[in-house]
């Protein structure tokens, strides 16, 4: 009995205390251009009384640089806690800039220990002691470059045919690849005479790596006209890193020739002194044809999408209705292993190990990956 109070003290004693911590911060780069990337390393090592603390950070506001979270791990050395953050920093403002960085140590009070001593279950309502990290700022040149693209890229265009008749599709599909700050690339608009343009929205295939998001991005054209057009070149400047130059992707314009052998508009009104002049339905129905057919494609193209969204929609309101620990990881491993995998594990070690973990960063993280 008098060994069990006399270890229940030394607890008492440990986590009133403000643990003793190490911040280890560095970049990967802090000479960089505008809008490259550079990988953030922030690790907290905690001394052994800090095994049940925990940190908090979110990223500054209007630092100059946008936060990208590459990961976020917790695990145990011996007994001593060691939290790492991982982020990308894409550099959003030039010159001379002084990241600063301050992350809120929480440190379990009394109420925590009654919490471990009685076995509750609910660690989300934990109180806690909070306190700024004092970490020395970074500093980090940024320089000009005049685009708003970064990295390595290519492009690419298809065009399925160039002569067809009237009223009848032709197809053009430009694709961007490569690495860099690819999320910046905006959707491609064609404004053209007399010309009806159909297109998706962008499809985006990216991974983000330490030096910035690396795949693909698309994006599909349908041009319906009645007469010869031309499709404009398109055009795309880009900051590359290789050469530390400027560049420029282009696209070829590409001339749509439109058939003789479709029924002129002028025809289709029935003139007041021609009575006896005939319409060639038979004709006319067959561009229809390929204009509904097109039309059909391109709506069920939409609603294909619709059962994903509404099933994320679904998991996502499931997420949010849980309340404590336990239910939240029922949750997880209901909707997808998978992807909530880092997020099942933290919240397996709560429940089934007691460890403290940050419920509502775990929540919000899992919606972030449904979007």
């Not at 205390?17 to 000479?31: F, G, I």
């Not at 979110?58 to 976020?72: C, I, N, R």
Request: proline share 3%.
């Amino acid at each position: 009995m008098k060994k069990i109070l006399g270890s229940l003290l030394l607890l008492s004693l440990s986590l009133w205390a403000e643990s003793v911590y190490h911040w280890d911060v560095r970049l990967s780069e802090n000479k960089l251009y505008l809008n490259q990337a550079t990988r953030l390393i922030m690790q907290c090592t905690f001394e052994k009384e800090g095994k049940h603390d925990d940190v908090e950070f979110v990223p500054p506001a209007d630092s100059g640089f946008d936060f990208k979270l590459l990961s976020e791990k917790r695990h145990f050395e011996g007994e001593r806690q060691v939290i790492r953050y991982e982020y990308l920093l894409f550099a959003s403002k030039t010159g001379d800039l002084s990241l600063k960085l301050e992350p809120i140590m929480l440190f379990t009070t009394q109420s925590a220990i009654d919490n471990i001593i009685i076995g509750r279950d609910n660690v989300n309502d934990l109180e806690v002691q909070k306190a700024k990290a004092e970490i020395k700022p970074l500093s980090i040149q940024v320089e000009p470059t005049h685009t708003q693209l970064t990295g390595q890229l290519k492009l690419k265009e298809e065009n399925d045919i160039q002569s067809v008749s009237a009223y009848e599709p032709t197809h053009l599909e430009i694709r961007i690849s490569g690495e860099g700050n690819l999320q910046a690339l905006k959707p491609i608009v064609f404004n053209i005479k007399d010309v009806q343009v159909f297109s998706d929205e962008p499809e985006t295939d990216f991974v983000l790596t330490p030096t910035g998001y690396k795949g693909e991005w698309v994006q599909r054209f349908a041009f319906v006209g009645k007469d010869d057009f031309s499709i404009p070149s398109y055009s795309i400047s880009y900051f590359d890193l290789l050469s530390k130059q400027k560049k420029m992707l282009s696209t070829q314009a590409i001339k749509i020739k439109i058939k003789k052998d479709g029924i002129k508009r002028e025809i289709l009104i029935d003139k007041v002194n021609s009575p006896s002049s005939k319409i060639d339905f038979a004709s006319y129905l067959n561009y229809v044809y390929y204009f509904l057919t097109f039309l059909s494609g391109f709506i069920l193209a939409k609603l294909l999408r619709f059962p994903v969204r509404t099933e994320k929609i679904k998991k996502g309101e499931k997420i949010k209705k849980a309340k404590t620990t336990k239910e939240l990881l029922e949750v997880l491993m209901a909707c997808d292993k998978v992807l909530f995998r880092e997020e099942i594990d933290l919240l397996e070690r709560a429940v089934y190990k007691n460890e403290s973990v940050n419920f509502s960063h775990i929540k919000g993280k899992a919606l972030k990956n449904l979007a």
